[in-house]
């Protein structure tokens, strides 16, 4: 008898990515021309699996391919429900480049999206991995607010970029963005946060080396930090960024703990060669649960449900605090969220191996 999951969701890497963003933790893997059979075909594949089945062509860029439209309406027939009406997420390369774009946005209901700056043009491209990216997002800001869409800026806290954040607040002021938010009836809302430190933007691009201490998170201007704790709910902004590497390491070196990776509601990425991975880190042979062509669908659930991908079965059977001691460093004043910690420290110890 198959498995059944209270919910699935399976995403399809269809097209890829314009952007080799450097924070980027679903992986910089070739770009592809995946065909609607493609995704007909996995989800049909999973169909069985799930009376909740939620279908989508990308887990990179959305609205990437030029038929974009197509996949959204065929998104919605092989899925069981849509519960919003587009991500609040958008193509900035798609929007300065395809004038239909922002419209179908609107026209769908989309009131917000969200756009990365990483300070000014210099830092964003840089971050982007992509010349002409700051300008592009500049554009697609006022695209956005020319059809009813309110643009919320996410930035990323860097040791390299902290004075640079002065350059945000100063776009926010002088494109006069709260006050055109208020005038399409939606709150302006932006927010600064250091990402997870796994997979993909640990090993491609040290950015562990450059992640935030005490030290950048007192650089962040005053208007992004209260934004910041309107977003994300806290009282303050050391809040939004965690704790000191030492302080989670004091505590989780005496963790004995160890977890499963099951949920009964679980996201699958299936990459552009057809291999299934759980949304947890990047797409990367640890978490792999078997490729759909080859092993099928029983095989891959199986290999989700024992927890036996190699990452998976790591952290059932190894407490965190081993991991910890092997690969954490006690001195270091890097702040994290606790979780993404725990999926570095993971991280760490699958690519350099168990000993140390
Ligand atoms: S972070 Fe998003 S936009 Fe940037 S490279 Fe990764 S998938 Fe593309």
């Not at 769908?108 to 840089?126: A, I, M, N, P, S």
């Amino acid at each position: 008898m198959n498995p059944h999951f209270q919910k699935l969701t399976i995403c399809l890497d269809m097209a890829g990515c314009p952007n080799r963003c450097r924070h980027c933790w679903v992986g910089h893997a070739p770009n592809a021309q995946l065909i609607e059979e493609d995704l007909r075909f996995v989800a049909t594949a999973f169909r069985p699996f799930t009376d909740n089945l939620e279908v989508a062509s990308w887990y990179r860029e959305p609205d990437y391919p030029d038929n974009y439209r197509e996949l959204w309406q065929l998104e919605n027939e092989l899925s069981d429900r849509r519960t919003v009406p587009h991500w609040e997420l958008c193509s900035f390369w798609r929007a300065v480049r395809d004038e239909a774009y922002v419209p179908w946005l609107a026209a769908l209901g989309v009131k917000v999206c969200q756009l990365t700056l990483f300070g000014g043009r210099e830092k964003t491209d840089y971050y982007t991995g992509r010349k002409g990216a700051y300008d592009e997002i500049i554009k697609t800001i006022e695209l956005l607010l020319a059809n009813g869409i309110a643009p919320r800026i996410q930035t990323f806290l860097f040791k390299d970029n902290a004075e640079d954040l002065q350059s945000v607040v100063a776009l926010i002021e002088k494109i006069r963005l709260e006050q055109r938010c208020a005038a399409i009836g939606t709150s302006f809302t932006a927010f600064v946060h250091q990402g997870s430190c796994d997979g993909a933007n640990a090993k491609l691009n040290s950015l562990y080396d450059l992640r935030p201490t005490t030290a950048e998170v007192a650089k962040i201007p005053l208007l992004l930090a209260d934004y910041s704790l309107k977003h994300f709910g806290e009282k303050s902004i050391l809040e939004v960024f965690g704790q000191t590497e030492r302080e989670l390491f004091t505590e989780l070196s005496h963790d004995a703990s160890t977890k499963s990776s099951v949920s009964d509601s679980p996201i699958f990425y299936v990459d552009n060669c057809f291999n299934v991975y759980p949304n947890f880190s990047e797409p990367s042979p640890h978490w792999c649960l078997g490729n759909l062509k080859t092993d099928g669908t029983g095989k891959v659930t199986q290999t989700y449900l024992g927890n036996c991908s190699a990452a998976a079965h790591t952290r059932l059977t190894t407490s965190i605090s081993e991991m910890v001691c092997k690969f954490g460093s006690p001195d270091s004043l890097r702040l994290f969220d606790k979780s993404d910690y725990e999926a570095y420290i993971l991280s760490r110890y699958l690519e350099r191996g168990a000993t140390k």
